[in-house]
């Protein structure tokens, strides 16, 4: 169970990280391409951050939250409740997974359009040419 939660550790810090250069690129880079996939990076990361935070490592055999038994005693409704995985942020990743794409479809036609008429995907010289 150390060895678990050791590695649980370890899983978590690295998404952190992962998370901290996805926004270095977002935030550092003059390319719009390089931004969107930093983005999309970061977006990933966090979406699986929420799943990772969401499942209960702590208690063995965690089991989907599906009740199968029906009627179900109450028995197994405490055993349930104790051991079934939250669905609330599988849900809510699902959500953000169609937003994100929605996203950065949009930011990608927007590239599209600023190469189209500028010639160029360069933030600083699209700046320039602008103004």
Same mark, same amino acid.
């Given at each position: 169970?150390? $060895?678990?939660?050791?590695?649980?550790?370890?899983?978590? =810090?690295?998404? !952190? #990280?992962?998370? *901290?250069?996805?926004?270095?690129?977002?935030?550092?880079?003059?390319?719009?391409?390089?931004?969107?996939?930093?983005?999309?990076?970061?977006?990933?990361?966090?979406?699986?951050?929420?799943?990772?935070?969401?499942?209960?490592?702590?208690?063995?055999?965690?089991?989907?939250?599906? $009740?199968?038994?029906?009627?179900?005693?109450?028995?197994? =409704?405490?055993? !349930? #409740?104790?051991? *079934?995985?939250?669905?609330?942020?599988?849900?809510?990743?699902?959500?953000?997974?169609?937003?994100?794409?929605?996203?950065?479809?949009?930011?990608?036609?927007?590239?599209?359009?600023?190469?189209?008429?500028?010639?160029?995907?360069?933030?600083?010289?699209?700046?320039?040419?602008?103004?």
């Amino acid at each position: 169970m150390e $060895v678990e939660s050791f590695l649980f550790n370890i899983v978590i =810090l690295s998404m !952190f #990280v992962n998370m *901290a250069i996805a926004l270095y690129g977002i935030f550092t880079r003059p390319s719009l391409i390089k931004k969107i996939i930093s983005l999309t990076i970061f977006s990933d990361t966090v979406n699986t951050l929420a799943i990772v935070v969401g499942f209960r490592h702590a208690i063995p055999n965690p089991i989907p939250p599906v $009740v199968v038994e029906i009627p179900p005693s109450s028995q197994y =409704l405490r055993l !349930f #409740v104790s051991r *079934a995985v939250d669905p609330l942020p599988q849900a809510l990743v699902l959500t953000a997974i169609v937003i994100g794409l929605a996203v950065v479809l949009f930011l990608m036609f927007t590239t599209l359009q600023i190469y189209r008429i500028y010639g160029t995907t360069d933030v600083r010289k699209v700046s320039k040419l602008r103004g």
